[in-house]
C-alpha cells in the first residue's frame, strides 16, 4: 500500500489550496481515507475523513464549511478542497488510509491497520 500527497504550498489568508492524496496497493473502497494535520508543537489532529463507496464525510469542526473532501473511483486518488485558508491552518497534512476511517475519523490506535503517507507543508501567510 503507498499513499502519495501532494499539492501542499504556501497561500496568503482567504487562499485556497487542492491536496491529493494518491492510492495504490489496494481496491477503491476497501479502506476509508482520512487527512489529518500536525502544526508545529502540536499533537496530529483530525481533519476529515471520507468512505470512498458510500461517499460519507466527516470533517473536524475547525474546517466545516471550509474544506471538501472527494474520492476519485477512476485514479483511486483522495482529494481534500481547502477554502478561506486561516493562518491557524498552518500544518503539514498527512492522508492516510484504514478500516476504521469507513466508521470513525480517528487516528487508529497503534496495531490497527493503518497506512500512511509522507505529508505535504501547507502554510499559510497573514
Known amino acids: 500500500v503507498q499513499l502519495v500527497e501532494s499539492g501542499g504550498g504556501l497561500v496568503q489568508s482567504g487562499g485556497s489550496l487542492r491536496l491529493s492524496c494518491a492510492a495504490s496497493g489496494f481496491k477503491y473502497g476497501d479502506y476509508g481515507i482520512g487527512w489529518f494535520r500536525q502544526a508545529p508543537g502540536k499533537g496530529r489532529e483530525r481533519v476529515s475523513c471520507i468512505s470512498p463507496l458510500d461517499r460519507i464525510s466527516v470533517y473536524a469542526d475547525s474546517v466545516k464549511g471550509r474544506f471538501t473532501i472527494s474520492s476519485d473511483k477512476a485514479t483511486n486518488t483522495v482529494y481534500l478542497q481547502m477554502d478561506s485558508l486561516k493562518p491557524e491552518d498552518t500544518a503539514v497534512y498527512y492522508c492516510?488510509?484504514?478500516?476504521?476511517?469507513?466508521?470513525?475519523?480517528?487516528?487508529?490506535?497503534?496495531?490497527?491497520?493503518?497506512?500512511w503517507g509522507q505529508g505535504t507543508q501547507v502554510t499559510i501567510s497573514s
Open positions: 492516510a488510509a484504514s478500516p476504521m476511517f469507513i466508521s470513525s475519523c480517528r487516528e487508529p490506535p497503534e496495531g490497527y491497520l493503518q497506512f
